[in-house]
T-cell receptor, first 112, second 115 residues
């Protein structure tokens, strides 16, 4: 069964600290993996996208990694800011068709 | 360039009532999607469209209908609303097929409550 599991469910960190969010997937055949940021009351916004051959992708203070062998991805946030408070969603697409599986997200709270 | 817009932002319905959610995009994208987002769950695909005049079922299509009469618009209809359809609905659009390397652009969402 195609699944995307994210951990932790929620996370509280202090402003300026780093954090890492995890994503494990069992989607096959793998096409690409995306990380989205969703602010409260808004739609998701794309942060990074990685295909099978890419193992790192950065977008400012956000760095995503992909290990296609272990089917794991992580999103690392450096020097967190209050505006990073949001849900972060891992999305995995299977090759061919519209088989796109969304994780339930990790809710990040950044405290001053 | 407004991106993806959704109308309305909020709506409360009584069981059995009908309504239509409107999605519009100004990016000339071929592909459009309707998702629902429920607490503790990932977004789930309701219906999608690969072009004007075409629609297809997603993961959770029951109780919903869609139409894509114009390339820029994608309508989601509820013929007889049920409390189980209480959710936040997101529309998205993209240039390429969802399973390939592309980015989906999401609207701001419609919060629907069915009493």
């Amino acid at each position: 069964k195609n699944q995307v599991e994210q951990s932790p469910q929620s996370l509280i960190i202090l402003e300026g600290k780093n954090c890492t969010l995890q994503c494990n997937y069992t989607v096959s055949p793998f096409s690409n993996l995306r990380w989205y940021k969703q602010d409260t009351g808004r739609g998701p916004v794309s942060l990074t996208i990685m295909t099978f051959s890419e193992n790192t992708k950065s977008n400012g203070r956000y760095t995503a990694t992909l290990d296609a062998d272990t089917k794991q991805s992580s999103l690392h946030i450096t020097a967190s800011q209050l505006s990073d408070s949001a849900s972060y969603i891992c999305v995995v697409s299977a090759g061919g068709g519209f088989k796109t599986i969304f994780g339930a997200g990790t809710r990040l709270f950044v405290k001053a | 360039n407004a991106g993806v817009t959704q109308t309305p932002k909020f709506r409360v319905l009584k069981t059995g009532q009908s309504m239509t959610l409107l999605c519009a995009q100004d990016m000339n994208h071929e592909y459009m999607y309707w998702y629902r987002q429920d607490p503790g769950m990932g977004l789930r695909l309701i219906h999608y469209s690969v072009g004007e005049g075409t629609t297809a079922k997603g993961e959770v299509p029951d109780g919903y209908n869609v139409s894509r009469l114009k390339k820029q618009n994608f309508l989601l209809g509820l013929e007889s609303a049920a409390p189980s359809q209480t959710s936040v609905y997101f529309c998205a659009s993209s240039l390429l097929e969802g399973g390939r390397t592309d980015t989906q652009y999401f609207g701001p969402g419609t919060r629907l409550t069915v009493l």
